[in-house]
């Protein structure tokens, strides 16, 4: 069974994983104005409301059990950098998938993901 619950918590060296939370959409929507971020994602981030939508998806699938959305801090500066999520639990399987991943540009090329 996933054992991971609204406090888990994964530390590394570089960076901090912890569940995203409604109140660090700010930090994270200041981070999406570079748009470039998402130019590979199959939605447009310019759609005002459209991170929060997929934000809100998240919640949902969190709630089915088959999503866990994760805030990214650099340890470092203590700031949120970014997100990642696993995705597709599936506890039949035993598997998930680690996706949706964005982080901010500066921090790209740098070990941070």
């Not at 569940?19 to 005002?48: C, G, N, W």
């Not at 919640?59 to 990642?84: C, L, M, P, W, Y």
């Amino acid at each position: 069974m996933l054992q991971i619950d609204n406090n888990t918590i994964l530390k590394g060296s570089r960076v901090t994983l912890r569940r995203m939370t409604v109140q660090d959409h700010p930090a994270l929507l200041d981070i999406a104005k570079d748009v470039s971020i998402f130019e590979h994602y199959s939605f447009d981030v310019t759609i005002p409301g459209r991170l929060e939508k997929e934000w809100a998806v998240g919640e949902e699938q969190h709630k089915n059990g088959i999503r866990f959305t994760f805030v990214i801090i650099d340890n470092a500066t203590e700031k949120i950098i970014g997100s990642t999520s696993y995705l597709g639990i599936s506890e039949w399987n035993k598997s998930l998938e680690i996706g949706f991943t964005w982080l901010q540009k500066d921090c790209w090329g740098t070990g941070m993901n």
